[in-house]
């Protein structure tokens, strides 16, 4: 169609992404969101790890659920992913393509998702906000951080299918990389007791 004089008007990318990171989650709800794509994908069981790592802090939540091709991961990562219009089926508690990304910036800069279906191979995508904001480009990593990797080959090792998610860079939760403050540390593993709960009553 012809729509006369116009622009394309692409949004901004590090203004975007920062902006994702202003939605109204705690690190609870935050979880919670994520697991809601273990359900749809059918998942029996979800793992919750957290780990201090010395002051380097990271949450995986993992499923045993069917998993994701390299495409259908691509396409979870982008922002806005879903049109709300489209018709979903029953038990697809996603509606608009954001919750995973706002769930995860909400609490981290690092986020990493790998999925396998059964029989497939392990697709990884990776959103570091640190070199978004550099670049101001849309750069979607297809590999992890070391720790990430270690992290994924170890549940694939055991679990045939799922999708795994890696938070790191936790700056909501700990101030800065390296802070090994027994204080830190304690509020960190409060948050997972916190997370606890509030699953336990949620699901």
Known sequence: MIYGDYELANPNAASLMQSLRAFGYDISTAIADVIDNSITAQAHNV????EWNNGAPWIMIADDGYGMS???????????SKNPLDERSSDDLGRFGLGLKTASFS????LTVAS?????????????????????RWILLKVASSNASELIMDYFDSHESGTVVVWEKLDRIIPGAGVND????????????AVKDHISVVF
Not at 47 to 50: K, T
Not at 183 to 191: K, V
């Open 47 to 50: 793992f919750i790890h957290f």
């Open 70 to 80: 390299e495409v259908d991961l691509f396409e979870a990562m982008k922002t806005g």
């Open 107 to 110: 609490q981290c800069k690092r």
């Open 116 to 136: 396998k279906e059964i029989g497939g191979c392990i697709n990884v995508r990776c959103w570091d906000l640190d070199i978004v904001t550099e670049e101001n």
């Open 182 to 193: 027994e204080e830190y540390q304690t509020a960190f593993l409060s948050y997972a007791k």
